[in-house]
């Protein structure tokens, strides 16, 4: 499984529009970013498959992209993977639903959740917030730099890191044992820029 240290997360209630969000997601394209998460707490199902499906056409060939959340829309979208919460499907539900070759990501927030998902199928676990994180309602309390550390001498799978990441603080991260960064609110404004400017930062 080869990770892109760039995991941008495409998330609709950051868009006023679909179309700024569609335009935001080719332009990280062209950045050379290879995965995107899609994540839409808000939408019905109608509106979320039709995004999905967009999203796909777009830039599916050139990036694999991961539903957040929604089994039934990831297969239905034709999505490369999924990504579940701690309040969603459990890895083993999902991975039932999705199949082997789809690739499942799982949320963590302390220890007992990563040993969960050291031992689940999923192929890669999410430790976080980071740092404070201004892109969901009810966070979880924040790791910090030593819950990334901590969760790297727990974890044999690629590990992302989110919550709060931003450029001025992106090295730390992967310093601190992170595979992957997970971005939303920095890279909103100018994708394309802000992501080359990631990537440059991330080697």
């Not at 019905?44 to 039934?72: C, P, T």
């Not at 919460?85 to 990501?105: K, T």
């Amino acid at each position: 499984m080869h990770f892109s240290r760039l995991y941008p997360i495409l998330d609709a209630s950051c868009f006023a529009r679909a179309d700024a969000m569609f335009a935001a997601a080719e332009e990280l394209a062209a950045s050379g970013v290879t995965l995107l998460q899609y994540r839409n707490k808000s939408g019905n199902a109608r509106q979320m498959l039709e995004q999905a499906r967009e999203l796909k056409r777009l830039v599916g060939g050139r990036m694999k992209l991961i539903m957040n959340d929604r089994a039934d829309l990831c297969l239905a979208a034709d999505f490369d993977g999924l990504h579940v919460g701690q309040d969603d499907l459990s890895p083993e539900a999902a991975r039932r639903i999705i199949g082997a070759e789809r690739w499942l990501g799982v949320s963590t927030h302390n220890r007992e959740q990563l040993a969960l998902a050291e031992k689940s199928s999923a192929d890669y676990v999410a430790i976080g917030p980071v740092f404070a994180t201004s892109s969901k309602l009810n966070p979880d309390l924040v790791v910090g730099l030593e819950g990334v550390r901590r969760a790297r001498e727990l974890t044999r799978k690629p590990l992302v890191a989110i919550g709060g990441i931003t450029r001025l603080n992106a090295r730390s991260v992967i310093e601190a044992g992170a595979d992957a960064l997970a971005v939303i609110s920095d890279l909103i404004r100018e994708p394309r820029k802000s992501a080359e400017e990631f990537l440059r930062i991330l080697g």
